[in-house]
């Protein structure tokens, strides 16, 4: 009320005398800037008010609060100017308008304060959660020896699954299997060959050890035909003569000894060496026919099923395992079939020369004929072991 009577009483003033106008326009200053004043302090205690309530408002209502400040913000503006705008009535000239004191912060900014906080924690919430989505992909410096290791184990167990459920489905009858009919009889003859190379060792063994035996009865049997035949001077004769066939008979027998022997070594050495390492190529050629037909197998039973979109990438995996264990498996199947051309070779050549000398020292010893048994060691380079030869003498001890 006090404004507008200021107002009006200026207005009436201007017109009677310019002078006067002038110092009514002077005291409406001052009462305007008191006027202003008291407001401004009035809104700094405000303020304060508004700065306790501040850290109490609720972040949900940041926008009602912000429309609420807006409103009151332009109320105190609107104020501010009707306060201010004071003009002489005769219109020569204006009174400048006095300067807004700066106002304290406002709900509105409150409002806004509350705004960029709640901006601020979703950020930092965005933030958080960011490294939780998304997979993990491992840098090459934690790839160490154990994950290697891990998924070694674990391929490992995916093969050695499917090579079992193949070998049953194949004992139960209900597998298929991969069959090559010459290479698999060429296989079983070799194993039944082997079986029976072995069991001629066996029986060449045992008749080395009786030709042993009897080797050492004949040289005890002529040391006593020779004792008798000091000790009886009228049988002296009789018994040198079967001291001497005795002992003739046990030198003999340790030629023929060492020509059994040697045809013992030789034959062990080809079933030993020359085809247990051809049956070891076999065995591996089976392990790759048998890892070749599981994931035969398992391709045509992804092939019978659906066509989506899971099982086209495992399609395509099995199909890239399929082709490389069908190269393992042909592989190995080439490298078995030359191991047995070369075996054969090697085995018809061994044992050729292996029946003849068995054969001529045998035919030699039982003939009496010690020349002949003497030159059929030589032909094959046979050294004769001397009895006590392999203990080394006293001289070379010392």
Same mark, same amino acid.
């Given at each position: 009320?006090?404004?507008?009577?200021?107002?009006?009483?200026?207005?009436?003033?201007?017109?009677?005398?310019?002078?006067?106008?002038?110092?009514?326009?002077?005291?409406?200053?001052?009462?305007?800037?008191?006027? *202003?004043?008291?407001?401004?302090?009035?809104?700094?205690?405000?303020?304060?008010?508004?700065?306790?309530?501040?850290?109490?408002?609720?972040?949900?209502?940041?926008?009602?609060?912000?429309?609420?400040?807006?409103?009151?913000?332009?109320?105190?503006?609107?104020?501010?100017?009707?306060?201010?705008?004071?003009?002489?009535?005769?219109?020569?000239?204006?009174?400048?308008?006095?300067?807004?004191?700066?106002?304290?912060?406002?709900?509105?900014?409150?409002?806004?304060? @509350?705004?960029? @906080?709640?901006?601020?924690?979703?950020?930092?919430?965005?933030?958080?959660?960011?490294?939780?989505?998304?997979?993990?992909?491992?840098?090459?410096?934690?790839?160490?020896?154990?994950?290697?290791?891990?998924?070694?184990?674990?391929?490992?167990?995916?093969?050695?699954?499917?090579?079992?459920?193949?070998?049953?489905?194949?004992?139960?009858?209900?597998?298929?299997?991969?069959?090559?009919?010459?290479?698999?009889?060429?296989?079983?003859?070799?194993?039944?060959?082997?079986?029976?190379?072995?069991?001629?060792?066996?029986?060449?063994?045992?008749?080395?050890?009786?030709?042993?035996?009897?080797?050492?009865?004949?040289?005890?049997?002529?040391?006593?035909?020779?004792?008798?035949?000091?000790?009886?001077?009228?049988?002296?004769?009789?018994?040198?003569?079967?001291?001497?066939?005795?002992?003739?008979?046990?030198?003999?027998?340790?030629?023929?000894?060492? @020509?059994?022997?040697?045809?013992?070594?030789?034959?062990?050495?080809?079933?030993?060496?020359?085809?247990?390492?051809?049956?070891?190529?076999?065995?591996?050629?089976? *392990?790759?026919?048998?890892?070749?037909?599981?994931?035969?197998?398992?391709?045509?039973?992804?092939?019978?099923?659906?066509?989506?979109?899971?099982?086209?990438?495992?399609?395509?995996?099995?199909?890239?395992?399929?082709?490389?264990?069908?190269?393992?498996?042909?592989?190995?199947?080439?490298?078995?079939? *030359?191991?047995?051309?070369?075996?054969?070779?090697?085995?018809?050549?061994?044992?050729?020369?292996?029946?003849?000398?068995?054969?001529?020292?045998?035919?030699?010893?039982?003939?009496?004929?010690?020349?002949?048994?003497?030159?059929?060691?030589?032909?094959?380079?046979?050294?004769?072991?001397?009895?006590?030869?392999?203990?080394?003498?006293?001289?070379?001890?010392?």
């Amino acid at each position: 009320m006090s404004e507008v009577s200021l107002e009006a009483e200026s207005g009436r003033t201007s017109a009677e005398d310019p002078q006067v106008n002038c110092e009514e326009a002077d005291e409406t200053e001052e009462s305007l800037s008191e006027d *202003v004043k008291q407001q401004s302090v009035d809104n700094s205690r405000g303020s304060d008010g508004t700065d306790e309530v501040l850290y109490e408002i609720d972040i949900d209502s940041a926008e009602e609060n912000a429309e609420n400040g807006d409103k009151a913000g332009q109320n105190e503006d609107e104020g501010v100017q009707r306060k201010s705008a004071v003009t002489c009535r005769d219109g020569s000239a204006s009174l400048p308008t006095s300067p807004v004191a700066p106002v304290a912060p406002s709900s509105a900014v409150a409002s806004r304060l @509350a705004r960029s @906080a709640s901006d601020s924690q979703a950020e930092k919430g965005a933030m958080k959660a960011q490294p939780k989505s998304g997979a993990v992909v491992l840098s090459d410096d934690l790839k160490n020896p154990a994950m290697e290791k891990l998924d070694l184990v674990r391929k490992w167990s995916i093969n050695t699954y499917k090579c079992t459920r193949q070998i049953l489905s194949e004992k139960l009858g209900r597998g298929s299997r991969t069959v090559d009919l010459e290479l698999e009889a060429q296989i079983e003859v070799l194993r039944d060959n082997k079986r029976k190379y072995q069991n001629v060792i066996k029986l060449a063994q045992t008749l080395a050890s009786q030709l042993s035996q009897m080797m050492q009865t004949q040289r005890q049997l002529g040391d006593a035909f020779a004792d008798l035949s000091l000790k009886s001077p009228e049988l002296h004769e009789e018994f040198g003569y079967n001291a001497d066939t005795q002992k003739l008979l046990s030198k003999n027998g340790e030629t023929l000894l060492g @020509a059994i022997n040697f045809f013992i070594s030789s034959v062990n050495t080809l079933v030993d060496k020359t085809i247990e390492d051809t049956m070891i190529n076999i065995k591996q050629y089976e *392990v790759a026919r048998v890892e070749y037909d599981a994931y035969r197998t398992d391709l045509e039973e992804l092939n019978l099923g659906p066509r989506d979109a899971t099982t086209v990438p495992k399609i395509e995996q099995s199909q890239q395992q399929f082709q490389i264990h069908r190269e393992k498996y042909e592989r190995m199947r080439n490298d078995v079939s *030359v191991k047995l051309k070369f075996l054969e070779e090697n085995k018809v050549k061994v044992l050729h020369n292996q029946l003849i000398l068995f054969h001529n020292a045998i035919a030699a010893y039982y003939a009496g004929n010690q020349q002949q048994l003497e030159q059929t060691l030589k032909e094959f380079h046979i050294k004769l072991k001397m009895p006590g030869g392999d203990s080394p003498s006293w001289l070379e001890e010392h």
